[in-house]
């Protein structure tokens, strides 16, 4: 057993599958009490890199060690340390809750007395407790993703792998899922990976890698990442909306556009910030159009990964 500095230690992970590369040396690093955001486009590579972690892929190259075990030589006590949540998680469905957390519990090698002390606890905890023994195919959707994560935390894990845990739920159901993880970290026993494509969730992590064609191209706190644009996005909105992209697009130092609901945000360069505002504010008027706002604004999380993903495109 190595040195225990992180719960999750990968380095320099590497799978291909035929001539595809899908993860071309992720390294992460993740400590107890950290939440770990991957985020990036479909094909980027997150859900491989949740499946090396867990041991259901062989790694080509690398190395992984889950709490110091390695994850080749010891992979029983590696696995022990994982509670995996995976996007297209199989519940048995002709089984109640209770009974499906009794299936899994035995499955990890819980004896009777502990598995009915902690799916008592556990159910509690996920607000599952009043609804034990409904079959679980006749759960709601947020209902079956609690499900998911007590199922994932039965045996106490000390590691959590959540691969796009709140895909296809409805936005209440998302927050709810939420205050259900963030309370865990608390104690500093855990490590929780977690993958998704919602930035409001992204910036709830302690750290975030943005993954492109297999790498993680930039990583950090999301305040960060956000500094990288500071005082590069400006706001816009008015009429007619086709008239301000298109001005937009036009000025030369407005790197690129993109709306954001009923508004735009303009990417500028370095430097050019006011310059483009003053500029575009005459050139709209002067086209007969309307400006509602235009307006520099902080960056938000989205901008710097189109960002991101803009620029590892050209590369």
């Known amino acids: ?4 500095n992180f719960f ?41 890199v949740m499946r090396l972690l867990c041991g259901a892929l ?52 819980l004896k009777p007395a502990q598995w009915r002390q902690r799916s008592r606890e556990i159910l509690e905890f996920v ?10 195919g006749q759960l709601s959707g947020g209902m079956k993703q609690k499900l998911g994560l007590a199922l994932a935390l039965i045996h106490e894990p000390r590691i959590l792998l959540l691969d796009e845990p709140t895909t296809g739920v409805d936005p209440v159901t998302r927050q709810d899922f939420w205050r259900l993880i963030l309370p865990l970290l608390r104690r500093r026993t855990l490590a929780v990976l977690v993958s998704t494509p919602y930035m409001d969730e992204a910036l709830r992590c302690t750290r975030v890698g943005f993954m492109r064609n297999g790498r993680i191209i930039s ?7 956000r500094r990288r644009l500071a005082g590069r996005i400006v706001e816009l909105s008015g009429g007619p909306e086709s008239l301000l992209a298109h001005l937009a697009r036009a000025d030369p130092a407005v790197e690129a556009v993109h709306r954001f609901g009923l508004r735009f945000h303009l990417r500028v360069a370095p430097g050019e910030l006011n310059r483009v505002i003053a500029r575009l504010d005459a050139s709209i008027r002067a086209a007969g159009g309307v400006v509602e706002s235009l307006r520099p604004i902080e960056p938000l999380l989205e901008d710097v990964f189109i960002e991101l993903a803009e620029g590892a495109a050209e590369a």
């Open 58 to 109: 062989r790694l080509d190259a690398g190395r992984i060690a889950l709490c110091g075990f390695d994850i080749r030589r010891e992979p029983e006590r590696a696995r022990e340390q994982i509670g995996y949540l995976a996007q297209r998680f199989a519940l048995y469905e002709d089984l109640t809750v209770c009974e499906n957390l009794r299936f899994f519990a035995e499955v990890r090698g």
């Open 1 to 4: 057993m190595t040195p225990l």
């Open 8 to 48: 999750i230690d990968a380095q320099e992970l590497h799978k291909s599958f035929g001539a595809r590369r899908a993860v071309a040396g992720v390294t992460l690093r993740i400590a107890a009490g950290e939440i770990y955001g991957l985020v990036g486009p479909d094909g980027a590579g997150k859900t491989t």
């Open 127 to 136: 607000g599952l407790a009043p609804f034990q023994d409904r079959r679980a």
């Open 219 to 225: 990583e950090g706190p999301p305040t960060v990442l």
